[in-house]
C-alpha cells in the first residue's frame, strides 16, 4: 500500500531515446509534482498538476512533456534524452488545507542514466 | 542569492550531541517551513513543518523559525548514528500552487 509509487525505479537508455516514468498516488492528494535532483543533491521543480490541471510549468526544455490523466497519476515523458538528463526524477503529491500546505510525500525516486 | 540557503557541510557530531542545522530564506512573503531528511539513494521524508514564530518540538526534534530574521533551524537533541543524513531545508509562500523550493542540503554525519 505506497501512498506515492514510482516506475521504474532504474532507467539506463541511450542519448536520443523516448521514455517515460510512470508516478501513482493513492494518498486522495489534490496536488501532484515533479522535481529534478542533481548529482549535487539539489532538488528543483519541474511540474506540478492539480486535479489534473497545470498549475506550474518551470522552465524546463520541451523535450520534457508530463499528462495527468486523473488526479492520482502523473506520468513524465522525455523525448530526444541528453546526456544532461541524467539526475534522479522525484514525484510528489500534497494536500492543502486552508491555504496551508502540509508538506511533500515523495515517490521513491527514478535514476535516470542516458549514456 | 540563492532562495533557501544553507550549509552544505558535512556537519560532524558525536553521539548524545546537539545537532544545530540552520536554514535562511529570501522571500519575505514565504509562509510555511519544512525539514526533510534524506538518507543515500533513497526518496525525501518530511520530519517537520512550522508556520508560526517560535519553536516547535516534535520527539528529539525542535524546528525553530524567526521570520524577521528569515531564518529557520532543526536542532537535533541526542543525536544518533541512524540520523546521519542530508537535511533539506524548504520553504513555500502563499499562492505558489504548493511549490516547495529547497535548499541544497546539509550533510549531518554522527559519529559514535
Known amino acids: 500500500d505506497t501512498a506515492v509509487s514510482q516506475t521504474p525505479k532504474y532507467l539506463v537508455t541511450q542519448m536520443g531515446n523516448d521514455k517515460s516514468i510512470k508516478c501513482e498516488q493513492n494518498l486522495g492528494h489534490d496536488t501532484m509534482y515533479w522535481y529534478k535532483q542533481d548529482s549535487k543533491k539539489f532538488l528543483k521543480i519541474m511540474f506540478s498538476?492539480?486535479?489534473?490541471?497545470?498549475?506550474i510549468n518551470e522552465t524546463v526544455p520541451n523535450r520534457f512533456s508530463p499528462k495527468s490523466p486523473d488526479k492520482a497519476h502523473l506520468n513524465l515523458h522525455i523525448n530526444s534524452l541528453e546526456l544532461g538528463d541524467s539526475a534522479v526524477y522525484f514525484c510528489a503529491s500534497s494536500q492543502e488545507g486552508a491555504g496551508i500546505n502540509y508538506g511533500y510525500t515523495f515517490g521513491s525516486g527514478t535514476r535516470l542514466t542516458v549514456v | 542569492q540563492k532562495e533557501v540557503e544553507q550549509n552544505s557541510g558535512p556537519l560532524s557530531v558525536p553521539e548524545g550531541a546537539i545537532a544545530s542545522l540552520n536554514c535562511t530564506y529570501s522571500d519575505r512573503g514565504s509562509q510555511s517551513f519544512f525539514w526533510y531528511r534524506q538518507y543515500s539513494g533513497k526518496s525525501p521524508e518530511l520530519i517537520m513543518f512550522i508556520y508560526s514564530n517560535g519553536d516547535k518540538e516534535d520527539g528529539r526534534f525542535t524546528a525553530q523559525l524567526n521570520k524577521a530574521s528569515q531564518y529557520v533551524s532543526l536542532l537535533i537533541r541526542d543525536s544518533q548514528p541512524s540520523d546521519s543524513a542530508t537535511y533539506l531545508c524548504a520553504v513555500t509562500g502563499h499562492n505558489q500552487g504548493g511549490k516547495l523550493i529547497f535548499g541544497q542540503g546539509t550533510e549531518l554525519s554522527v559519529k559514535p
Open positions: 498538476y492539480n486535479n489534473k490541471e497545470l498549475i
